[in-house]
């Protein structure tokens, strides 16, 4: 009986293997030309091509057909994986380079589980995904979100996700802030389809450092909580406290944010080695925070130097307004600001109220009535002052005693031209 030759052997395997493979790609080119022809019912583009070997789909300068979301990108590369092919969902891999996406706040809170049919939506599964080079705007009532430079990698396997991101110099603008936050991003987040973990968050600004991680409980509607721990310029406090009290210093602490819906809370608290009001060293101090939605909130700040106990400012703000309590507040660093003379030892408690410019406040000395400095003198009794910036101030007591006089004090100031502390 004759022997079948090796390399007989050898080429029917060939020959066997071969069909397969070509089989398999001839499967992958009319399964993307299927991807294709969804693509076309939600994105415009320059120019399509579709690979038969090895079968890749590339997309150049596309774009969705609606304004809102908005998505763009110079090039889109799809391939899918031979062993995706006996996958039921039969995911792809996705290459992005230089996306663009616009997308207005509202979308995450108006997202439902049962309408997947968004222009951002694909029309198959992503087993893996690569962004070179994005930009996300994520624009809401209040503020604006611009990721520029961005990178991404993700993948998913059995329903559970995973993805890393890192950017270049972005920007967070908020109404309330005078001025943007700006600083590099880095993300990783973990998760499945209906909730999720965010591992790591870094926000590194020039003057503002953010580091935490949180949980995403409900993806429709949005529901998430983070903390964290911060590094920030006092003077964000300024945009609640209006720029003529402007404060200087740098506050370090820790903060919690809640965000459920279109409601968002913010607790925090810290210290600053060094706060200043203006030009006027306060001291070290101490602070909690709380805003809701950065609409309404409180602010209480403690603070002393090192030849004076602890002042207390307690504040109640709103969007228009603000009101609150000082506790044992020395009045320097005001009457430095007003550029009025101040030869007053004694410190005051009392309530204020500040609304559309003008400051309005009840205080009262409770000083012994003992000299212990020269040219500052201890006072007794109630005062009323009232202090439009660049424009007036009224100072009176019916009741003022001192350790010289007991005496009834009326100031009335107009300022004619604009006070520079």
Known sequence: MRKKKPWRKLIITLLVLAVIF?????LKYFFLQQVQNQIKKRFSYLKMSLAYFPPTL???????????????ARRIIIKVSYPALLKRERPITIFLSQ???RVPWRVFQNLKKE??????VLPVAIEKGVVQGGKVVVAGEDSLIILRELNAFFNQKQGEFAAKLKTGLSDISISRFSRPIQGTLNLSIVGGSQRAE????????KEEYFKGEGKINKFSPLEMDFKGSFKVSSRILTSFLGRDYQLEGDLTGEMELAYSGKEWVLRSSGQSPQLWFRDDLLGEAGFNFRTEN??????????????????QIRVEFSEDAWQGRVKDLKLDPLMKFIRLPWPVNSSVTGEFNYRRGKLTSRLEFKDELVLRRKNKFPFQGEVNLEFIPNQSLTLRSTNL??????????????????VVA
């Not at 070509?22 to 001839?26: A, D, K, R, T, V």
Request: no cysteine.
């Open 22 to 26: 070509i089989g398999l790609n001839i």
């Open 115 to 120: 309408n997947q049919s968004s222009a951002l």
């Open 401 to 418: 005693q001192s350790s010289f006089a007991q005496m009834a004090v009326q100031v009335d100031l107009k300022f004619k031209k604009s």
């Open 99 to 101: 996306p663009e996406i």
């Open 58 to 72: 590339v997309l150049e300068e596309v774009r969705t057909h609606s304004l809102e979301p908005f998505f763009s």
């Open 294 to 311: 950065l609409k309404k909130g409180e602010i209480d700040i403690r603070f002393r130097s090192l030849s004076q106990g602890w002042q």
């Open 198 to 205: 965010i591992r790591k968050l870094v926000f590194q600004g």
